[in-house]
Nanobody
Framework: QVQLVESGGGLVQAGGFLRLSCVVS????????LGWYRQAPGKQREMVAT???????DYADSVKGRFTISRDNAKNTVYLQMNSLRVEDTAVYYC??????????????WGQGTQVTIST
């Protein structure tokens, strides 16, 4: 009942930038924390950035100073601004929402994933 729709992925050269967006919908849920995760071929999925309902952020060490996570609650959207991109940033990027239903059940909902490819 919670849907996440991502956009903004693509192919860019090293040193370039991208902004990912994820729109979250679901009328019977309250959205709490939001985050971006990524998975490269042959590797485990890892946290990239998270943001709480109050706006507190956390980042993986590998992206600190380069990536910025933000949210627009009026638009039910979370963003990931990615600057100074490196080849090792190549991965499928997923957005995640922590949702609380009307009967107080907690769900983790994931987007479909969007490919980010950084070329040399």
């Amino acid at each position: 009942q919670v849907q996440l729709v991502e956009s903004g992925g693509g192919l860019v050269q090293a040193g370039g930038f991208l902004r990912l967006s994820c729109v979250v919908s679901g009328s019977s849920f309250r959205i709490q924390g939001l985050g971006w995760y990524r998975q490269a071929p042959g590797k485990q999925r890892e946290m990239v950035a998270t943001i709480t309902s109050g706006g507190a952020t956390d980042y993986a060490d590998s992206v600190k100073g380069r990536f910025t996570i933000s949210r627009d609650n009026a638009k039910n959207t979370v963003y990931l601004q990615m600057n100074s991109l490196r080849v090792e940033d190549t991965a499928v990027y997923y957005c995640k929402a922590e949702a609380i239903s009307s009967d107080y059940r907690r769900y983790d909902s994931w987007g479909q994933g969007t490919q980010v490819t950084i070329s040399t």
